[in-house]
Protein backbone atom coordinates (compact mmCIF):
# COMPACT_ATOMS: atom_id res chain seq x y z
CA UNK A 1 0.00 0.00 0.00
CA UNK A 2 0.96 3.56 -0.44
CA UNK A 3 1.38 5.45 2.59
CA UNK A 4 0.52 8.95 2.97
CA UNK A 5 1.50 11.64 5.40
CA UNK A 6 0.39 14.57 6.18
CA UNK A 7 2.12 17.51 7.92
CA UNK A 8 1.13 19.13 10.33
CA UNK A 9 -1.57 17.06 12.32
CA UNK A 10 -3.03 20.10 13.61
CA UNK A 11 -2.36 23.33 12.69
CA UNK A 12 -3.68 26.52 14.53
CA UNK A 13 -4.68 30.00 12.50
CA UNK A 14 -5.86 32.97 12.35
CA UNK A 15 -8.56 34.61 10.04
CA UNK A 16 -7.20 35.99 7.35
CA UNK A 17 -3.74 34.01 7.22
CA UNK A 18 -2.35 32.16 4.50
CA UNK A 19 -1.61 28.21 5.33
CA UNK A 20 -0.20 25.23 3.70
CA UNK A 21 -0.78 21.47 4.28
CA UNK A 22 1.46 18.94 2.96
CA UNK A 23 1.08 15.93 2.01
CA UNK A 24 3.76 13.10 1.27
CA UNK A 25 3.70 10.35 -0.41
CA UNK A 26 5.29 6.61 0.31
CA UNK A 27 6.41 6.48 -3.78
CA UNK A 28 5.49 8.62 -6.57
CA UNK A 29 1.52 9.09 -7.42
CA UNK A 30 2.43 11.51 -10.02
CA UNK A 31 -0.42 13.61 -10.08
CA UNK A 32 -2.98 11.29 -8.45
CA UNK A 33 -3.80 13.39 -5.45
CA UNK A 34 -7.14 15.11 -4.06
CA UNK A 35 -7.95 16.57 -1.20
CA UNK A 36 -11.00 17.10 0.67
CA UNK A 37 -12.61 19.33 3.87
CA UNK A 38 -14.33 17.74 6.77
CA UNK A 39 -16.76 19.31 9.51
CA UNK A 40 -17.64 17.53 12.35
CA UNK A 41 -20.38 15.42 12.05
CA UNK A 42 -20.36 15.83 8.04
CA UNK A 43 -19.19 13.41 5.10
CA UNK A 44 -15.57 14.88 3.22
CA UNK A 45 -16.17 16.86 0.64
CA UNK A 46 -14.02 16.96 -2.42
CA UNK A 47 -11.84 20.36 -2.47
CA UNK A 48 -9.16 19.33 -5.54
CA UNK A 49 -8.44 16.39 -7.85
CA UNK A 50 -5.27 15.86 -9.87
CA UNK A 51 -3.10 17.46 -7.46
CA UNK A 52 -4.16 20.57 -8.48
CA UNK A 53 -7.64 21.20 -10.14
CA UNK A 54 -10.27 22.94 -8.03
CA UNK A 55 -13.91 20.71 -7.95
CA UNK A 56 -16.69 22.76 -9.41
CA UNK A 57 -18.22 25.33 -6.55
CA UNK A 58 -14.75 25.42 -4.42
CA UNK A 59 -13.69 29.14 -3.80
CA UNK A 60 -10.72 30.23 -5.28
CA UNK A 61 -8.76 30.95 -1.85
CA UNK A 62 -8.24 27.01 -2.20
CA UNK A 63 -4.85 26.14 -4.26
CA UNK A 64 -2.59 22.79 -4.81
CA UNK A 65 0.34 22.06 -6.12
CA UNK A 66 2.91 19.20 -6.53
CA UNK A 67 3.45 15.66 -8.24
CA UNK A 68 5.66 12.94 -7.34
CA UNK A 69 5.79 12.47 -3.89
CA UNK A 70 5.28 15.68 -2.23
CA UNK A 71 1.78 17.88 -2.37
CA UNK A 72 0.83 21.11 -1.09
CA UNK A 73 -2.91 22.56 -0.22
CA UNK A 74 -2.50 26.15 0.22
CA UNK A 75 -5.50 28.11 1.85
CA UNK A 76 -5.02 31.92 0.58
CA UNK A 77 -6.74 34.05 3.11
CA UNK A 78 -8.82 31.67 6.03
CA UNK A 79 -12.28 32.12 6.63
CA UNK A 80 -14.55 31.43 9.07
CA UNK A 81 -15.78 28.65 7.49
CA UNK A 82 -12.27 27.17 6.55
CA UNK A 83 -11.71 25.36 10.17
CA UNK A 84 -11.85 21.88 9.72
CA UNK A 85 -10.04 19.17 9.04
CA UNK A 86 -8.29 18.32 6.01
CA UNK A 87 -7.26 15.01 4.12
CA UNK A 88 -5.24 14.32 1.07
CA UNK A 89 -6.03 11.08 -0.87
CA UNK A 90 -3.59 9.23 -3.09
CA UNK A 91 -5.84 7.41 -6.39
CA UNK A 92 -2.87 5.95 -8.39
CA UNK A 93 -3.08 2.58 -7.20
CA UNK A 94 -5.54 0.30 -5.14
CA UNK A 95 -5.88 0.53 -2.29
CA UNK A 96 -7.14 4.05 -2.29
CA UNK A 97 -5.60 5.51 0.66
CA UNK A 98 -5.72 8.76 2.70
CA UNK A 99 -3.60 11.08 4.56
CA UNK A 100 -4.26 11.01 8.73
CA UNK A 101 -5.76 14.36 8.55
CA UNK A 102 -4.82 17.46 9.07
CA UNK A 103 -6.64 19.45 11.56
CA UNK A 104 -6.87 23.08 11.26
CA UNK A 105 -8.14 24.99 14.61
CA UNK A 106 -8.29 28.81 14.92
CA UNK A 107 -5.97 30.06 16.84
CA UNK B 1 -28.82 16.49 -7.76
CA UNK B 2 -26.99 13.61 -7.02
CA UNK B 3 -27.94 12.68 -3.45
CA UNK B 4 -26.55 9.55 -2.21
CA UNK B 5 -28.58 7.80 1.20
CA UNK B 6 -27.11 4.84 3.31
CA UNK B 7 -29.19 2.80 5.18
CA UNK B 8 -28.93 -0.02 7.37
CA UNK B 9 -28.64 -1.62 11.14
CA UNK B 10 -26.75 0.80 13.46
CA UNK B 11 -25.64 -1.88 15.35
CA UNK B 12 -24.03 -5.32 14.99
CA UNK B 13 -23.10 -8.02 16.84
CA UNK B 14 -19.81 -9.76 16.94
CA UNK B 15 -19.25 -12.56 14.37
CA UNK B 16 -21.90 -11.19 12.37
CA UNK B 17 -22.21 -9.41 8.87
CA UNK B 18 -22.66 -5.83 8.59
CA UNK B 19 -25.02 -5.15 6.08
CA UNK B 20 -25.76 -1.60 4.38
CA UNK B 21 -27.47 -0.30 1.20
CA UNK B 22 -26.57 3.35 -0.60
CA UNK B 23 -29.74 4.17 -2.58
CA UNK B 24 -28.83 6.87 -5.40
CA UNK B 25 -31.06 9.22 -6.24
CA UNK B 26 -31.30 12.70 -9.04
CA UNK B 27 -28.91 10.43 -11.29
CA UNK B 28 -28.30 6.98 -12.88
CA UNK B 29 -26.14 4.28 -11.15
CA UNK B 30 -25.41 3.39 -14.55
CA UNK B 31 -23.93 6.18 -15.97
CA UNK B 32 -21.08 5.83 -17.23
CA UNK B 33 -17.88 6.70 -15.85
CA UNK B 34 -18.26 6.06 -12.27
CA UNK B 35 -17.61 3.82 -9.90
CA UNK B 36 -19.29 3.57 -6.29
CA UNK B 37 -17.59 3.07 -3.37
CA UNK B 38 -17.97 2.65 0.30
CA UNK B 39 -15.56 4.34 2.70
CA UNK B 40 -15.32 4.09 7.02
CA UNK B 41 -13.94 6.28 9.28
CA UNK B 42 -13.47 4.86 12.88
CA UNK B 43 -14.86 7.43 15.66
CA UNK B 44 -12.34 10.17 16.22
CA UNK B 45 -10.25 8.41 13.46
CA UNK B 46 -9.08 8.87 9.78
CA UNK B 47 -10.60 7.34 6.25
CA UNK B 48 -10.15 4.06 5.08
CA UNK B 49 -11.32 2.92 1.72
CA UNK B 50 -13.31 -0.02 1.60
CA UNK B 51 -13.56 -0.64 -2.29
CA UNK B 52 -15.50 0.56 -5.11
CA UNK B 53 -18.30 -1.33 -8.17
CA UNK B 54 -18.98 -0.57 -11.74
CA UNK B 55 -22.55 -0.79 -12.53
CA UNK B 56 -20.99 -3.54 -15.17
CA UNK B 57 -20.61 -5.46 -11.77
CA UNK B 58 -16.53 -5.29 -11.54
CA UNK B 59 -14.97 -4.60 -8.00
CA UNK B 60 -11.84 -3.75 -6.28
CA UNK B 61 -11.34 -4.40 -2.35
CA UNK B 62 -9.00 -3.24 -0.02
CA UNK B 63 -6.90 -5.97 0.54
CA UNK B 64 -6.93 -5.88 4.83
CA UNK B 65 -10.82 -6.18 4.08
CA UNK B 66 -10.95 -8.63 0.74
CA UNK B 67 -11.36 -11.38 2.48
CA UNK B 68 -14.70 -10.39 4.38
CA UNK B 69 -15.92 -7.83 1.95
CA UNK B 70 -18.55 -7.82 -0.59
CA UNK B 71 -20.47 -4.90 -2.68
CA UNK B 72 -22.88 -5.63 -5.07
CA UNK B 73 -25.17 -3.25 -7.31
CA UNK B 74 -28.64 -3.63 -7.98
CA UNK B 75 -29.11 -1.07 -11.16
CA UNK B 76 -32.65 -1.82 -11.21
CA UNK B 77 -33.25 0.01 -7.89
CA UNK B 78 -30.27 2.30 -8.26
CA UNK B 79 -28.34 1.07 -5.05
CA UNK B 80 -25.50 -0.52 -4.41
CA UNK B 81 -24.28 -2.46 -0.67
CA UNK B 82 -21.40 -3.65 1.44
CA UNK B 83 -21.65 -6.87 3.34
CA UNK B 84 -19.06 -6.91 5.83
CA UNK B 85 -18.37 -10.54 7.11
CA UNK B 86 -17.36 -11.56 11.04
CA UNK B 87 -17.21 -8.12 12.07
CA UNK B 88 -15.40 -7.14 15.54
CA UNK B 89 -15.21 -4.12 17.68
CA UNK B 90 -12.69 -2.63 14.87
CA UNK B 91 -15.21 -2.62 12.87
CA UNK B 92 -17.21 -0.04 14.43
CA UNK B 93 -17.19 3.18 12.32
CA UNK B 94 -19.05 5.80 10.14
CA UNK B 95 -19.53 4.31 6.93
CA UNK B 96 -20.23 6.83 3.91
CA UNK B 97 -21.46 5.62 0.12
CA UNK B 98 -19.63 7.37 -2.31
CA UNK B 99 -19.76 8.16 -5.97
CA UNK B 100 -16.06 7.94 -7.54
CA UNK B 101 -14.93 9.61 -10.89
CA UNK B 102 -11.72 8.05 -11.95
CA UNK B 103 -10.76 7.85 -8.15
CA UNK B 104 -11.50 10.90 -6.18
CA UNK B 105 -14.78 10.71 -4.15
CA UNK B 106 -16.85 13.76 -5.68
CA UNK B 107 -19.93 12.97 -4.06
CA UNK B 108 -20.61 11.26 -0.93
CA UNK B 109 -23.91 10.14 1.32
CA UNK B 110 -24.36 11.72 4.98
CA UNK B 111 -23.13 8.26 6.54
CA UNK B 112 -24.13 5.57 8.86
CA UNK B 113 -23.00 4.69 12.26
CA UNK B 114 -22.79 1.11 12.72
CA UNK B 115 -21.63 -0.20 15.87
CA UNK B 116 -20.69 -3.59 16.79
CA UNK B 117 -20.94 -4.70 20.34
CA UNK B 118 -23.05 -7.79 21.88
Known amino acids: DIQMTQSPSTLSASVGDRVTITCRAS??????LAWYQQKPGKAPNLLIY???TLERGVPSRFSGSGSGTEFTLTISSLQPDDFATYYC?????????FGQGTKLQIK | QLQLQESGPGLVKPSETLSLTCTVSGGSISSSGYNWGWIRQPPGKGLEWIGHIHHTGSTNYNPSLKSRVTISVDTSKNQFSLNLRSVTAADTAMYYCARQYGGPSDSWGQGTLVTVSS
Open chain 1, 50 to 52: KAS
Open chain 1, 27 to 32: QSIRSW
Open chain 1, 89 to 97: QQYISYPYT
